[in-house]
């Protein structure tokens, strides 16, 4: 029997004014009518009316928040909120604290991160909340600026300074906003954060969230490679590096932490060639460090190699990089052999020494899906020499990840032209082997893409 139907704003007198719009679509008529409940019917109804007017007052406001309630993916009454706000010159402040409510009670909802960049923004416009000068550092223009920072108050987050210049100082207020001190700016943004983390401690894996810290970082120019870290303070709050550590810590296996420790270091637009040495290699052993504690997380892995690969890119932009030699280069630039060189070194540790020296037998057998030797003369599987040395190399490899690393350097030699054919033909016997060894022993749910790449090995004539 369906529930008896709902009223709550047709017999409010303070809505008597409103007719409500219902849905066009007739649910008899339809083919697979959606099931409403009468109250969420009144609440669309009552909201279609007032848009239509394009009403903005307080008792929308109310509406759009019991809508929200009732279904809080309603992208269009998250607009029309927003409109209405700013119509009404609302305290965003309080909004804030509604969002805050309305977010851990719908931790998966993506609306609540837009509508909290809205209220952002208009924070930063109306002078409520400044945005982060980067002083005493690298002094490239700060392309998210405009109508920022200012103030004399040190970086609480990072440790760095705010730029005090009076053209800085210079803001535009809302005559309908609150004129904020500094420190109660810094307080939003802190509060931000602590907001942010609580959300993480629900799920700390949650994408929107992340999505909202990087968005967070850029729009507010609080970049952290640890150049500016706060010194002993216990008043400091943690920079954002600091703050990976801690979740880091708790999950070492949480690649969006590890998406936002490259975003934090690597993501301002002055490119990798204006990175600070000592953070490449700080960054490098960060890595190491963390895959010591779970060789098979792919995350790290995956650090290292864009370590390496943006390192080597950027090596040769750094001599004739202005913005490199004035602000960031010492009296010396890492090597990138050096530093590729130590990536190799470490990931050659998680391998058998004799995959690692070639020291193994090359047979002449084609391996089957199940791993065994096909003997070429029948087709019957057999354990033949080859299969039982692949058993052995593969009991020594404590990281797939590791291997696969090594075989893309391995490859490398292969397709370098500086090397003599025998020492490219040596290369090319490990790499086959590591893709072989990948596909029967170590990762088979993978096989056929592991010997695809293998089929891809170029023909150098190996005996």
């Known amino acids: 029997m369906p529930k008896p139907p709902l009223h709550v704003y047709s017999p409010d007198p303070t809505w008597s004014d409103i007719s409500p719009i219902h849905a066009p679509e007739d649910p008899e008529s339809s083919l697979a009518s959606i099931a409403y409940t009468a109250e969420y019917i009144e609440v669309t109804s009552y909201l279609r009316a007032v848009m239509s007017l394009n009403e903005q007052s307080e008792r929308v406001l109310a509406l759009t928040e019991h809508m929200i309630e009732l279904n809080p993916a309603h992208y269009t009454v998250w607009l029309?909120?927003?409109?209405?706000?700013?119509?009404?010159?609302?305290?965003?402040?309080?909004?804030?604290?509604?969002?805050?409510?309305?977010?851990?009670?719908?931790?998966k909802n993506?609306?609540?991160?837009?509508?909290?960049?809205?209220?952002?923004?208009?924070?930063?416009?109306?002078?409520?909340?400044?945005?982060?000068?980067?002083?005493?550092?690298?002094?490239?223009?700060?392309?998210?600026?405009?109508?920022?920072?200012?103030?004399?108050?040190?970086?609480?987050?990072?440790?760095?300074?705010?730029?005090?210049?009076?053209e800085t100082k210079t803001t535009t207020h809302d005559p309908h906003s609150s004129q904020w001190e500094d420190d109660e700016s810094e307080d939003i943004i802190e509060g931000e954060f602590d907001f942010i983390n609580q959300m993480l401690a629900k799920d700390a894996k949650n994408y929107h969230?992340?999505?909202?810290?990087?968005w967070l970082v850029r729009f507010l120019s609080l970049w952290?490679?640890?150049?500016?870290?706060?010194?002993?303070?216990?008043?400091?709050?943690?920079?954002?590096?600091?703050?990976?550590?801690?979740?880091?810590?708790?999950?070492?296996?949480?690649?969006?932490?590890?998406?936002?420790?490259?975003?934090?270091?690597?993501?301002?637009?002055?490119?990798?060639?204006?990175v600070r040495d000592e953070h490449w290699e700080r960054e490098l052993q960060y890595a190491m460090v963390r895959i010591r504690l779970a060789p098979q997380n792919e995350s790290p892995w995956n650090y290292i190699r864009g370590l390496v690969k943006h390192h080597v890119k950027s090596a040769p932009l750094r001599e004739d990089n202005d913005a490199y030699k004035k602000h960031i280069a010492p009296a010396r630039v890492l090597p990138t052999t050096q530093y590729r060189a130590s990536a190799i070194e470490f990931a050659s540790g998680f391998l058998p020494n004799a995959l690692t020296r070639g020291d193994f037998t090359d047979s002449g057998k084609q391996s089957s899906g199940t791993g065994t030797e096909v003997d070429p003369q029948n087709g019957e599987g057999v354990e033949g020499e080859g299969d039982?040395?692949?058993?052995?190399?593969?009991?020594?490899?404590?990281?797939?990840?590791?291997?696969?690393?090594?075989?893309?350097?391995?490859?490398?030699?292969?397709l370098d032209g500086k090397l003599n054919l025998e020492e490219r033909r040596f290369a090319s016997r490990k790499v086959e082997r590591a893709f072989r060894l990948l596909a029967t022993k170590l990762d088979p749910i993978r096989r056929n893409y592991w010997d695809w790449r293998r089929g891809m090995l170029p023909d150098l004539k190996v005996a």
Do not use: C
Not at 209 to 214: D, E, G
């Open 388 to 414: 039982i040395e692949d058993e052995k190399l593969a009991s020594g490899v404590r990281s797939t990840h590791a291997l696969d690393f090594m075989a893309e350097a391995w490859l490398e030699q292969v």
């Open 110 to 166: 993506y609306q609540i991160w837009h509508h909290r960049q809205v209220l952002l923004e208009r924070m930063v416009k109306a002078g409520i909340v400044r945005k982060r000068r980067e002083a005493g550092r690298v002094s490239f223009k700060d392309q998210n600026s405009e109508g920022g920072g200012g103030g004399d108050k040190e970086n609480r987050r990072a440790g760095s300074t705010v730029d005090t210049s009076d």
């Open 80 to 107: 029309y909120r927003a409109k209405v706000l700013e119509a009404l010159k609302k305290d965003l402040r309080e909004e804030m604290v509604w969002l805050n409510g309305v977010s851990l009670k719908f931790i």
């Open 224 to 274: 952290d490679d640890g150049s500016t870290s706060a010194e002993d303070d216990s008043e400091q709050p943690p920079s954002e590096l600091e703050d990976l550590d801690r979740w880091l810590d708790k999950d070492v296996r949480n690649n969006s932490a590890w998406n936002h420790r490259w975003f934090i270091v690597f993501g301002r637009g002055y490119g990798p060639a204006t």
């Open 209 to 214: 969230v992340w999505s909202y810290r990087q």
